[in-house]
């Protein structure tokens, strides 16, 4: 089945730094990732939706000064995490969909988990 | 109000077991459901689409009641290895532009 790789998959950071997060799709093409945030014992919330080519759309109350994400090309989106604060530190998941198979398919990253000393 | 209500738990439950989960969500205009499995620390993983007929995977049988707009997911004869956490997760819009929403999900623990 497709695959999605999510790198890295664990980071621990200090205070003020940036962090990067990788999602690529390995065997097929997607125009739109989806970038998640899920907190201990808490649902995944959607933090933004990743457009290759073009803006991604973030959700209300998500900054996207701080959550900055690039879609260049259509097997890979990008999610970093500016000046990371201990309050930023979660379980970060990508998404993507697959068209390529008559239905829509979602696939997930295999998640960050994000540390922020 | 949340878009999707699941009750968090946690099942613990014996080997052979069966056991049965519940989820609500609140916009009528909700297209798809589904139910997805968890980990722990890991990526969510397709178990079900739900259709509105009712539809069975080996040991698994999911529902939908779109009047009472609740969903629910039975496991039976449970083994060790479907301990995790089931997710609840709703489509709403359509197919280009929808969008998911997950409940906060129910955690299970089969034991020996």
């Known amino acids: 089945g497709a695959v999605v790789s999510q790198h890295p998959s664990r980071v621990i950071c200090k205070s003020g730094t940036s962090v990067k997060i990788e999602c690529r799709s390995l065997d097929f093409q997607a125009t739109t990732m989806f970038w998640y945030r899920q907190f201990p014992k808490q649902s995944l919330m959607l933090m933004a939706t990743?457009?290759?080519?073009?803006?991604?759309t973030y959700e209300q109350g998500v900054e996207k000064d701080k959550f900055l994400i690039n879609h260049a090309s259509l097997t890979l989106s990008t999610l970093t995490v500016t000046s990371a604060h201990p309050e930023d530190s979660s379980f970060y998941i990508c998404?993507?969909?697959?068209w390529g198979r008559g239905d829509e398919k979602l696939f997930f990253g295999s998640g960050t988990q994000l540390s922020v000393l | 109000r949340k878009e999707v209500e699941q009750d968090p738990g946690p099942f613990n439950v014996p080997e052979g077991a069966t056991v049965a989960f519940n989820c609500t969500y609140s916009?009528?205009?909700?297209?798809?459901f589904f139910w997805y499995r968890q980990d722990c620390r890991k990526e969510p993983k397709l178990l079900m689409s739900?259709?509105?007929s009712g539809n069975e995977d080996g040991r698994f049988t999911a529902q939908l009641n779109r009047a009472s707009q609740y969903i629910s997911l039975l496991i039976r004869d449970s083994k060790l290895s479907d301990s995790a956490t089931y997710l609840c997760v709703v489509k709403q819009g359509g197919s280009t532009l929808g969008r998911l929403y997950f409940g906060r999900g129910t955690q299970l623990t089969v034991w020996p």
């Open positions: 739900v259709y509105s």
């Open positions: 998404s993507a969909r697959d």
């Open positions: 916009n009528s205009a909700s297209q798809s």
């Open positions: 990743s457009n290759e080519g073009s803006k991604a």
